[in-house]
């Protein structure tokens, strides 16, 4: 059984950065692609950034060019570098390990990860 733990989220001004980290117990996490999701109060929960095995990543429009994932495999970690934060990037975010590429994957969708972190706040403030 897979377990996620997140961390790094906290207040943000406008323009700011924050990083966020994920570690990731059991599962095998360096098979595994890793995404970021994030979630505001009666939201979906929606899609970041993924990252798979090889390192080839994906990103959500909102986030282009402001947000990075990386991993550091030998560590069972998954990193998001937030920049040129905005109030609407404020969520609880979270950390999850894809299914295994059993038939075909989308990982920008929540039904193709297998265990999720608990979250951890992100508020953006103007």
């Known amino acids: 059984q897979e377990k996620l733990v997140e961390s790094g989220g906290g207040l943000a001004q406008v323009g700011g950065s924050l990083r966020l980290s994920c570690v990731v117990d059991?599962?095998?996490?360096?098979?595994?692609?890793l995404g970021w999701f994030r979630q505001s109060p009666g939201g979906e929960r929606d899609f970041v950034a993924f990252?798979?095995?090889?390192?080839?990543?994906g990103y959500a429009n909102s986030v282009k060019g402001r947000f990075i994932i990386t991993r550091e495999s030998d560590k069972n970690m998954a990193y998001l570098q937030m920049d040129s934060l905005k109030p609407e990037d404020s969520a609880v975010y979270y950390c999850g390990i894809g299914k295994l590429e059993t038939g075909f994957r989308n990982y920008r969708l929540a039904r193709d990860y297998s265990a999720w972190g608990q979250g951890t706040q992100v508020s953006v403030s103007s």
């Open positions: 059991g599962g095998d996490p360096t098979l595994r692609t």
């Open positions: 990252i798979n095995k090889s390192r080839g990543t």
